[in-house]
């Protein structure tokens, strides 16, 4: 790629990053509001919502990329596929926001979605083991898909609680995939890795360090849905030296967390899908870190898994599960932190 082409990328995300932030800034003076109450970090009532500037921004770059860049396209119908499913979490996640549904309907709205993205044919037909190769996994694939679509989306929305945490989390998690897959020729995961940054990077500054609005569900859920379609994307449908597993070291702060929590919650007896804040961020909140503190750990570990990404690809095949394990030594670490910062303030079983 030249310098020039580069050049011109950069403009047009800033452009689509201006047109984010005026939609963030529409957003604002609609006050679809997020009132506070015991399980929420913040003590009076803030606009949400923020995250319709990060879609439209997609939406608008996705149609331009369609229309004038056919070399970053993906083949029908996994283009459309891409569309259809963004424009349908998109929807879901919104009305989520305007009607808070409970945990069961959005969870079944979030299936109709991932069902739209999984019949195009974005679902992985194989996986690659260390000291294997590649083994076919043939109709697995689907709900396979379907589960990791699931998992990751609602992994952003739980860990979306604190300024900046995960809109900052997914910036640098497209920041380096879109890298990476520019290096590789992987034109369709860089042309929607940028565009996405370009979106959040218009509604980040209205929401950190302090929050003039929330990206909502319709923020997080997005941003989690694409990553984990990009996800597939890189891993499955290009011709290129690509890894599933590029995401889910970009966000393993985010996966650890949520897994971390549902484990402990089930191991205890909770009902995993009751309202809680018992997630380690909000622990680590709870017993005295400030929040932004918190929120940039999070970006360290997302920094951390960007530069696992870089050692996985050009390590030997024999090396890489030692890579892809490398992210649970800070994951480990803070968990100790936080349990030991819990029990201090006697938090007890941390609810």
Same mark, same amino acid.
């Given at each position: 790629?030249?310098?020039?082409?580069? =050049?011109r990328?950069l403009a047009f995300a800033a452009l689509l990053a201006? +047109?984010?932030?005026?939609?963030?800034r529409?957003?604002?003076?609609?006050?679809?509001?997020?009132?506070?109450?015991?399980?929420k970090?913040h003590d009076?009532?803030?606009p949400?919502g923020?995250?319709?500037? !990060?879609?439209?921004?997609?939406?608008?770059?996705i149609?331009i990329?369609?229309?004038?860049a056919?070399?970053?396209r993906?083949?029908?119908p996994?283009f459309?596929?891409?569309?259809?499913?963004?424009v349908? !979490?998109?929807?879901?996640?919104? *009305?989520?926001?305007?009607?808070?549904?409970?945990?069961m309907?959005?969870?079944?709205?979030?299936?109709?979605?991932a069902a739209?993205?999984?019949?195009?044919g974005?679902y !992985?037909e194989?996986?690659?083991?260390?000291?294997i190769g590649a083994?076919?996994?043939?109709w697995?694939g689907?709900?396979i898909?379907?589960?990791?679509? #699931?998992?990751t989306t609602?992994?952003?929305n739980?860990?979306?609680g604190?300024n900046?945490?995960?809109?900052?989390?997914s =910036?640098?998690a497209c920041l380096?995939?879109?890298?990476i897959?520019a290096?590789h020729?992987s034109? +369709?995961?860089?042309?929607? /890795?940028?565009?996405l940054?370009a %979106? !959040?990077?218009?509604? #980040?500054?209205?929401n950190?360090p302090?929050?003039?609005?929330?990206m909502?569900?319709v923020?997080?859920?997005f /941003?989690g849905f694409?990553?984990?379609? #990009?996800?597939?994307?890189a891993?499955?449908?290009?011709?290129?030296?690509?890894? *599933?597993m590029?995401?889910? =070291?970009l966000?393993s702060?985010v996966l650890?967390?949520?897994? +971390?929590?549902?484990v402990?919650r089930?191991?205890?007896?909770?009902?995993?899908t009751?309202?809680h804040? %018992?997630?380690l961020?909000?622990?680590?909140?709870?017993?005295?870190?400030?929040?932004?503190?918190?929120?940039?750990?999070h970006? %360290?570990?997302a920094v951390f898994?960007?530069?696992c /990404?870089l050692l996985?690809?050009v390590?030997?095949?024999?090396?890489k599960?030692?890579?892809?394990l490398?992210? =649970?030594?800070p994951q480990?670490?803070?968990?100790?932190?936080?349990v030991?910062?819990?029990?201090?303030v006697g #938090?007890?079983r941390?609810?």
């Open positions: 790629m030249t310098a020039a082409a580069i =050049l990328h201006l +047109f984010s932030a005026g939609i963030v529409a957003m604002i003076a609609v006050r679809v509001m997020d009132t506070p109450d015991s399980r970090a009076r009532p803030t949400k923020g995250g319709v500037g !990060i879609v439209l921004a997609f939406l608008l770059g149609a990329l369609y229309r004038f056919e070399f970053a993906l083949a029908d996994y459309r596929g891409v569309i259809e499913a963004s349908a !979490i998109a929807v879901v996640a919104f *009305f989520d926001d305007l009607y808070d549904w409970p945990f309907v959005k969870l079944g709205a979030q299936v109709l979605a739209v993205a999984v019949s195009s974005l !992985i194989d996986y690659r083991l260390p000291y083994v076919p996994i043939g697995l689907v709900p898909t379907a589960v990791w679509l #699931l998992f609602n992994a952003m739980f860990i979306d604190l900046g945490l995960a809109s900052g989390v =910036l640098i380096f995939l879109a890298g897959a290096v020729g034109w +369709f995961a860089y042309a929607a /890795c940028g565009l940054a %979106g !959040i990077a218009g509604f #980040l500054p209205f950190f302090k929050a003039r609005i929330f909502g569900d923020g997080s859920q /941003c694409m990553l984990a379609v #990009l996800a597939v994307v891993g499955r449908i290009e011709g290129v030296p690509l890894s *599933f590029l995401v889910p =070291l966000l702060g650890f967390d949520v897994a +971390f929590t549902l402990r089930a191991w205890q007896g909770e009902a995993v009751k309202p804040r %018992g997630h961020y909000q622990i680590a909140h709870r017993s005295g870190v400030p929040p932004v503190a918190v929120a940039l750990i970006w %360290g570990f898994g960007g530069l /990404c996985f690809i390590e030997p095949r024999v090396v599960p030692i890579v892809a490398l992210p =649970l030594l480990l670490g803070w968990t100790w932190y936080v030991r910062r819990a029990r201090a #938090l007890g941390w609810g």
